[in-house]
């Protein structure tokens, strides 16, 4: 695209940028349970966009993890509440707030990675269909024809 639009960022395209082998993506069967649903419910799609291959499945799965992880601490304090009193009469925050938290951070910064948000989608550049178009004009563009 940026080659068609005229590179309005200016900054040097990658002609090299490597592209991971095709494979049969699947889910790791070490994931927890809460995990294994979030990577059924996004992996088809990432694929489909393809900003998910075979050589992103561990990063994948760090932000399914900390997806399962985040829900119970949520679930957690949703029961339980968010503070607590220690018997000397302390208010103290559970600990599951700090892991919310961390994992919520761990979760964002995977989305930015995959596009999981409107506003970093927009900013990603996928080989989703192996550079093949099937609009005519790109090949007349590109000088294919």
């Not at 494979?23 to 990432?46: D, F, M």
């Not at 992880?69 to 304090?77: L, Q």
Request: aromatic residues 8%; hydrophobic residues 35%; glycine residues 8%.
């Amino acid at each position: 695209m940026k080659q068609l639009e005229g590179n309005p960022g200016k900054r040097p395209l990658n002609e090299r940028e490597p592209t991971p082998p095709k494979g049969t993506i699947r889910c790791p069967n070490w994931l927890e349970a809460e995990a294994k649903k979030e990577w059924k419910r996004l992996a088809p799609s990432l694929e489909a966009m393809g900003v998910l291959t075979t050589a992103d499945i561990t990063a994948f799965a760090g932000y399914c993890q900390a997806y399962a992880r985040w829900k119970e601490a949520e679930e957690f304090i949703s029961q339980h509440g968010s503070i607590f009193q220690t018997p000397s009469g302390y208010v103290q925050q559970v600990p599951q707030v700090s892991i919310a938290q961390q994992n919520l951070k761990i979760m964002q910064s995977f989305c930015s990675e995959f596009g999981l948000t409107p506003a970093t989608r927009s900013r990603i550049i996928a080989g989703g269909n192996d550079g093949e178009s099937d609009d005519p004009m790109e090949a007349v563009l590109k000088g294919e024809w």
